[in-house]
């Protein structure tokens, strides 16, 4: 394991991140206590530019063709049939269909292995990983000389 002493201000700013060799995680401690600490990585993370990656989704949404358009329709009452309303029920609800690998998702091992994890058995600490953007313009197709293109 190697410790790194993060600094910007040793005053107000000092932080250990523990790295174990031939592991792409990183393990923040507190350097008060050497423990663990939520607390402690809110704040590094809570300081940071947060990006949001939501794009509305909706029926008219492109998606490969081999799946289809989504559907949102009322959800309706199983006994009635009759879609709920504000009006008779006090709210009202969508039914959507869509297929689960529409856009940017997750692909747990089993959607390849049929045998792998689903996403229900994948431990939370994996869905967390480091982040790297190419801030290039959009093109219908791009290769790793696209992206390595200084």
Not at 33 to 45: F, M, N, Y
Not at 48 to 60: N, R
Not at 67 to 88: H, L, Q
Request: proline share 9%.
């Amino acid at each position: 394991m190697v410790t790194i002493r993060c600094k910007k201000n040793a005053a107000t700013d000092s932080r250990l991140v523990d790295h174990h060799p031939g592991s792409s995680s990183l393990r923040l401690r507190d350097p008060k206590t050497g423990g663990d600490s939520l607390a402690e990585a809110w704040r590094i993370v809570s300081g940071k530019k947060l990006v949001d990656l939501t794009h509305t989704f909706s029926p008219t949404t492109p998606v490969w063709q081999g799946f289809g358009p989504a559907t949102f329709s009322p959800a309706k009452d199983p006994v009635t049939g009759r879609p709920y309303t504000i009006d008779k029920d006090g709210f009202r609800a969508l039914q959507y269909s869509l297929v689960g690998q529409y856009g940017t998702h997750i692909d747990p091992p089993a959607h390849f292995d049929a045998h792998g994890m689903t996403l229900d058995e994948l431990p939370v600490k994996n869905m967390i990983l480091p982040l790297i953007v190419f801030d290039r313009p959009f093109k219908s197709s791009c290769t790793c000389a696209c992206i390595t293109a200084k």
